[in-house]
Each structure stands twice: as C-alpha cells, then as structure tokens.
C-alpha cells in the first residue's frame, strides 16, 4: 500500500469514527472500536475493520453488523460532505476479533501468574 493510500485510509477511519461516534443514532454502534480500513486505489470502496471491546459479553455482532449495514449510507453521506476526496468509497463492514482475542490472551496469563505465585 502507497504511502497516499495509508492517509486516505487514516482519514476515512477517522470520520468513520467520528460519525459514528458523535451523529449515529443507533444505540448498537456505541461501543464499536474501527481497528483498520482498507481503501481500493480507485476509492470505489473501502473494507472497514470494526470490533467491540465489550467487558459484560451481551453484545450481539450480528446485530452490531447489521446496525453498521444500515448506517453505510448515512455514514457515506456524511463523510462526502466532510472529505475533499472526489470519490467517496462503498462502506463494507467486517468483523476484526483481534481485541477479543487479545483480551483473552491477557486473561490467560494473568491466570498462569496467578497460578504460579500460588
């Protein structure tokens, strides 16, 4: 990936974030964390990495995906107004368990220290 794309990308994260965060109503997208967003050359789309670092576990990811789905037009809509690009990219949302996974990792270590102080 070109030096170029990486900031594009950064920035779409960005506002993805922001728009979520600050103008999303969805009550499903609160807790979403955008780990990467992978932008074509053409900026015809974009993948955008999401994850939830939900400590209680009661979080759907379907649900989360599907709240995600249906805010891509609005969340397009807004970062066409924000973003001097000349083409604003298709939103396709995918799942990233990195943070959870890591999470778990961290809980099984400190559960073998705790192991071998005892």
């Known amino acids: 990936m070109t030096r170029r794309m990486e900031r594009i990308s950064e ?3 960005g506002e993805i974030a922001r728009v979520l965060r600050q103008e999303a109503a969805d009550p499903r997208l609160r807790l979403v964390t955008l780990t ?7 900026l015809s789309n974009a993948v955008v990495y999401w994850s939830v670092f ?3 576990q009661d979080l759907d990811l379907e649900s989360v995906q599907d ?4 805010a ?3 969340v397009r809509g807004r970062m066409a107004r924000e973003l001097p690009l000349k083409r604003v990219p298709e939103l396709r949302f995918c799942h990233d368990p990195s943070l959870e996974q ?16 005892t």
């Not at 990467?36 to 053409?42: L, N, S, T």
């Open 36 to 42: 990467r967003v992978d932008v074509a050359p053409d």
């Open 54 to 56: 939900d400590t209680n």
């Open 67 to 70: 709240g995600l789905e249906s």
């Open 72 to 74: 891509a037009g609005f």
């Open 102 to 117: 890591g999470s778990e990792i961290l809980s099984l270590l400190r559960d073998i220290a705790d192991e071998q102080k």
């Open 11 to 13: 920035v779409v994260r």
